[in-house]
């Protein structure tokens, strides 16, 4: 029995989320714990970095499984991703310590939101873009974002897991401009339940004007979930990496 672990992308449009949730819903967790006990003949037990919600979608998920292969990485990567579905695909695999958990032991997680701006929407991007017709006050929005970077508590943009504060620490916090597109990046130690969707959601708010970045700082440092704006919607948002100390996926 070894323990092993790989980066994972999905397109979340289709699940639940990564995590299990009740009888006949489909989740990224029970899909490829799925696809595991069909390859390893074992009833395979799925960690992962992040619990993305559902529609939110990643290329940089990290998973750790517990497993008995008697082969080599390669080929285990390889049946796996033969009993995925499409819209998922283990992109790498390598043994860690037994110790090791993709969520715990985590330093950072880093997130991209990405905002389409036209006119009229594009059928190729619709899954994974927030389209938004009007053009958005770009230095506004990079003001405000600003204010996010260092430590403090967010409670205004989420919610904590059971027994845990709402405080972390966001070492990126921007926003730039690529071509019709506006790609929103936030790195922390750790997020708070749809704390990058609120953030997002809230920030939109001041691109439109309906928001100055001085209202933006005195919501935040309320630390009163009423306090944002609404939270931007999931399909836009993709968790692209995780840092460890020991490994690098």
């Known amino acids: 029995m070894a323990r092993l672990a790989g980066r994972l992308a999905y397109d979340g449009t289709l699940y639940c989320g990564f995590q299990r949730q009740r009888a006949g819903l489909a989740s990224v967790q029970v899909t490829v714990e799925n696809a595991l006990s069909q390859v390893t003949s074992e009833i395979i037990s799925l960690m992962g970095a992040g619990r993305t919600d559902t529609g939110v979608h990643a290329s940089g998920q990290v998973i750790a499984f517990d497993a008995t292969w008697k082969h080599s990485t390669e080929e285990l990567l390889k049946a796996i991703n033969i009993h995925l579905p499409s819209d998922i695909a283990l992109q790498s695999l390598m043994e860690v310590a037994a110790s090791f958990h993709p969520r715990f032991d985590a330093l950072s997680r880093t997130y991209l939101y990405r905002l389409y701006i036209s006119p009229t929407r594009d059928p190729l991007r619709e899954r994974y873009v927030w389209h938004r017709q009007l053009p958005l006050n770009l230095e506004a929005m990079q003001e405000a974002i600003q204010?996010?970077?260092?430590?403090?508590?967010?409670?205004?943009?989420?919610?904590?897991?059971?027994?845990?504060?709402?405080?972390?620490?966001?070492?990126?916090?921007?926003?730039?401009?690529?071509?019709?597109?506006?790609?929103?990046?936030?790195?922390?130690?750790?997020?708070?339940?749809?704390?990058?969707?609120?953030?997002?959601?809230?920030?939109v708010e001041v691109g439109r004007g309906k928001m100055n970045v001085a209202e933006f700082a005195a919501a935040f440092r309320l630390a009163d979930r009423k306090k944002a704006g609404t939270s931007a919607p999931p399909h836009g948002l993709t968790l692209t990496h995780v840092v460890y100390n020991d490994y690098r996926f």
């Open 147 to 203: 204010l996010l970077r260092g430590e403090h508590d967010f409670a205004t943009f989420g919610k904590p897991p059971k027994g845990e504060n709402t405080v972390r620490v966001m070492t990126t916090a921007q926003i730039e401009a690529m071509g019709d597109e506006l790609h929103v990046t936030l790195t922390a130690n750790a997020f708070l339940k749809r704390m990058v969707r609120s953030i997002v959601g809230t920030l």
